[in-house]
């Protein structure tokens, strides 16, 4: 049995396919996975620096590449988190909401970077619409972050 892996990128396509409504936004920043992830992955410090809403992410628990994180939005709103977070991919639910990330090299040079998130639909696999506006701020901002 011949089996395959696929890199952080895609398998972020596929988990995002899974969840209605769900939109993924794509770029390639001229900085290494490592440069690029030393932000993305410092779920305490970068993250909040390029996630236009987030204002504060504290994490609480850690158990190998699983995650439990409480996070304050610049509008005063508070979510619990649970997830994976491991080089190059981040998974993140809680009751609203979704926020996935995936990082990885490029060939030719540079990092592929994708973001997806919004709100989420209690109780279904459906995020809101209109989470593409602010997927992409993120990634602008992201992109002045790095070096």
């Given at each position: 049995?011949?089996?395959?892996?696929?890199?952080?990128?895609?398998?972020?396509?596929?988990?995002?396919?899974?969840?209605?409504?769900a939109r993924v936004v794509e770029r390639v920043l001229p900085a290494s996975?490592?440069?690029?992830?030393?932000?993305?992955?410092?779920?305490?410090?970068?993250?909040?620096?390029?996630?236009?809403?987030?204002?504060?992410?504290?994490?609480?628990?850690?158990?190998?590449?699983?995650?439990?994180?409480?996070?304050?939005?610049?509008?005063?709103?508070?979510?619990?988190?649970?997830?994976?977070?491991?080089?190059?991919?981040?998974?993140?639910?809680?009751?609203?909401?979704?926020?996935?990330?995936?990082?990885?090299?490029?060939?030719?040079?540079?990092?592929?970077?994708?973001?997806?998130?919004?709100?989420?639909?209690?109780?279904?696999?459906?995020?809101?619409?209109?989470?593409?506006?602010?997927?992409?701020?993120?990634?602008?901002?992201?992109?002045?972050?790095?070096?």
């Amino acid at each position: 049995m011949r089996t395959e892996t696929i890199d952080a990128v895609r398998r972020l396509r596929v988990m995002s396919a899974a969840v209605r409504g769900a939109r993924v936004v794509e770029r390639v920043l001229p900085a290494s996975p490592d440069e690029v992830w030393a932000v993305m992955g410092d779920l305490e410090g970068g993250f909040g620096r390029f996630q236009p809403d987030m204002r504060s992410v504290r994490v609480v628990r850690v158990d190998g590449d699983r995650v439990e994180a409480l996070a304050r939005s610049r509008y005063g709103l508070r979510a619990r988190f649970h997830g994976v977070l491991r080089p190059g991919w981040c998974w993140l639910q809680s009751r609203f909401l979704i926020i996935g990330m995936a990082a990885t090299a490029e060939p030719g040079g540079g990092t592929r970077v994708a973001l997806t998130g919004g709100v989420r639909v209690p109780g279904r696999a459906a995020l809101l619409p209109g989470a593409r506006r602010e997927l992409r701020r993120a990634m602008d901002r992201l992109a002045a972050e790095l070096p």
